[in-house]
């Protein structure tokens, strides 16, 4: 008998493979996810090996694992959004519905008789109910007296055809949307689980083999989709602060994206270098996802102009920081001295997202300076007064959360927070 591995949801057995796990479901782990403990036999999941109670002997367990909501943001990153899972499923629908009516095949017609008025009447939400239903009652495996009244019962049952699961009765183009439908349902601290214990012992893996990372390696064909997303920023400062925030902020995300390396490549900062990066990605052909990200400031919205005329591809996504409410009513220093100004689009680099608690010294925030103006755009270029004392209160604050992490929500995060949001949300 061939070995397998599962795929659970919330401790429910969602696909079950011989020999290999599905890339298209481990792609979603990472290594750092990889569990190797000791358990009983008899703690296997009962809804996949049966009541083993008398089984004390004990094995070595391999799995990944993460929590729900990890698991939900690593799908939405990669484009399976609940959004985009409901378009899907009422596309696929319709595709479903008219294969069922085909008049030029009477046969398939009256087969098909049964499940097309389930699916006519079953809306999105009605098959969450039914996976809700299924998960939580841990149905395996239908027997009338197991399913519990329910406002479409057809629909469970047809769920448990034959004696076992068809979730592929779930109308969709891709696995990857039933999973995302499928885990909507669950509790968010609860974990997603690819338990490839068997498969590791039947020797199909070495006990040492990255085999999320293998999985990976083998979705060549959606490369574009399952590599690292790169993302370009105007300097090095800039890359520091995302790059040490997003291990801090959403460590369960940070290995989908690599940020450009400064000094390593020798590049030069700036906006105008950035659209230089930019256009030589777009020349190079370069397949990777790739975010530029661009300050909110009058410099960038000048150097966006170099940009105007050429044609950026799908996979190439220009990004500015987003607008915030700290910096409507921001003190500016000019001519006339200090000044309150929306400086929203005229002076906000990434400065100005650290937080109130490292932007204030003496109970007052460190001042915008304007230094020039620019003739195209019309408009005020400015930058933060004494820069260095706020990274430096910067750094300070994110060692004290990495030493400590329980202390997070002692600081402001709340406007970096809304450029990783923009940043997770630039290929939707």
Same mark, same amino acid.
């Given at each position: 008998?061939?070995?397998?591995?599962?795929?659970?949801?919330?401790?429910?057995?969602?696909?079950?493979?011989?020999?290999?796990?599905?890339?298209?479901?481990?792609?979603?782990f990472?290594?750092?996810?990889?569990?190797?403990?000791?358990?009983?036999?008899?703690? $296997?999941?009962?809804?996949? %090996?049966?009541?083993?109670?008398?089984?004390? =002997?004990?094995e070595?367990?391999?799995?990944?694992?993460?929590?729900?909501?990890?698991?939900? =943001?690593?799908?939405?990153?990669?484009? @399976?959004?609940?959004?985009? /899972?409901?378009?899907?499923?009422?596309?696929?629908?319709?595709?479903?519905?008219?294969?069922?009516?085909d /008049?030029?095949?009477?046969?398939?017609?009256?087969? &098909?008789?049964?499940?097309?008025?389930?699916?006519?009447?079953? =809306?999105?939400?009605?098959?969450?109910?039914?996976?809700?239903?299924?998960?939580?009652? $841990?149905?395996?495996?239908?027997? /009338?007296?197991?399913?519990?009244?329910?406002d479409?019962?057809?629909?469970?049952?047809?769920?448990?055809r034959?004696?076992?699961?068809?979730?592929?009765?779930?109308?969709?183009?891709?696995?990857? @949307?039933?999973?995302?439908? @499928?885990?909507?349902?669950?509790?968010?601290?609860?974990?997603?689980?690819?338990?490839?214990?068997?498969?590791?012992?039947?020797?199909?893996?070495?006990?040492?083999?990255?085999?999320?990372?293998?999985?990976?390696?083998?979705?060549?064909?959606? &490369?574009?989709?399952?590599?690292?997303?790169?993302?370009?920023?105007?300097?090095?400062?800039?890359?520091?602060?995302?790059?040490?925030?997003?291990?801090?902020?959403?460590?369960?995300?940070?290995?989908? !994206?690599?940020?450009?390396?400064?000094? +390593?490549?020798?590049?030069?900062?700036?906006?105008?270098?950035?659209? =230089?990066?930019?256009?030589?990605?777009?020349?190079?052909?370069?397949?990777?996802?790739?975010?530029?990200?661009?300050?909110?400031?009058?410099?960038?919205?000048?150097?966006?102009?170099?940009?105007?005329?050429?044609? +950026?591809?799908?996979?190439?996504k220009?990004? $500015?920081?987003?607008?915030?409410?700290?910096?409507?009513?921001?003190?500016?220093?000019?001519?006339?001295?200090?000044?309150?100004?929306?400086?929203?689009?005229?002076?906000?680099?990434?400065?100005?997202?650290?937080?109130?608690? +490292?932007?204030?010294?003496?109970?007052?925030?460190?001042?915008?300076q %304007?230094?020039?103006?620019?003739?195209?755009?019309?408009? &005020?270029?400015?930058?933060?007064?004494?820069?260095?004392?706020?990274?430096?209160? !910067?750094?300070?604050?994110?060692?004290?959360?990495k030493?400590?992490?329980?202390?997070?929500?002692? !600081?402001? %995060?709340?406007?970096?927070?809304?450029?990783?949001?923009?940043? !997770?949300?630039?290929?939707?």
């Amino acid at each position: 008998m061939s070995s397998s591995c599962t795929f659970e949801l919330a401790d429910y057995p969602i696909e079950e493979t011989k020999c290999y796990p599905i890339p298209e479901l481990m792609v979603f782990f990472r290594e750092r996810d990889r569990r190797v403990f000791v358990r009983k036999v008899c703690e $296997r999941n009962p809804l996949v %090996w049966g009541n083993l109670h008398g089984d004390a =002997s004990e094995e070595e367990a391999f799995t990944y694992s993460i929590r729900i909501y990890e698991f939900k =943001s690593r799908l939405d990153l990669l484009g @399976f959004t609940l959004e985009k /899972t409901k378009r899907d499923f009422e596309e696929s629908k319709l595709g479903e519905i008219e294969r069922m009516t085909d /008049t030029n095949d009477r046969l398939r017609e009256r087969l &098909y008789d049964s499940d097309l008025a389930i699916l006519e009447r079953a =809306s999105f939400e009605d098959f969450l109910v039914a996976f809700q239903t299924i998960r939580e009652r $841990r149905l395996r495996g239908f027997s /009338t007296e197991s399913i519990v009244q329910h406002d479409d019962v057809r629909l469970v049952k047809r769920l448990f055809r034959n004696n076992r699961e068809n979730f592929d009765f779930f109308p969709c183009h891709d696995i990857r @949307f039933l999973i995302r439908a @499928f885990a909507e349902t669950c509790p968010e601290h609860a974990f997603a689980t690819y338990d490839l214990t068997d498969i590791v012992h039947a020797g199909y893996y070495e006990p040492d083999d990255p085999i999320a990372e293998l999985a990976t390696q083998s979705l060549i064909g959606e &490369y574009p989709r399952h590599g690292k997303i790169i993302i370009l920023t105007e300097g090095k400062m800039d890359r520091r602060i995302l790059e040490d925030s997003l291990r801090l902020l959403y460590p369960h995300l940070a290995d989908y !994206f690599s940020f450009m390396d400064f000094e +390593v490549s020798k590049a030069e900062g700036g906006a105008g270098a950035l659209v =230089s990066t930019v256009r030589a990605f777009i020349g190079a052909g370069i397949m990777n996802r790739t975010i530029a990200l661009f300050d909110n400031d009058t410099a960038a919205a000048e150097a966006l102009r170099g940009l105007a005329l050429i044609a +950026v591809p799908e996979n190439i996504k220009i990004v $500015r920081l987003p607008e915030i409410d700290l910096a409507r009513n921001y003190p500016t220093l000019g001519p006339n001295g200090i000044a309150r100004s929306d400086i929203n689009g005229l002076a906000c680099a990434i400065e100005l997202y650290l937080g109130q608690d +490292v932007l204030e010294a003496d109970g007052d925030l460190v001042p915008v300076q %304007w230094t020039g103006y620019s003739r195209s755009e019309e408009k &005020y270029q400015g930058v933060l007064v004494n820069k260095q004392c706020v990274h430096s209160r !910067f750094v300070d604050k994110l060692e004290a959360c990495k030493r400590e992490p329980s202390r997070l929500e002692e !600081f402001d %995060w709340a406007n970096l927070r809304t450029i990783f949001e923009r940043v !997770f949300c630039a290929f939707h």
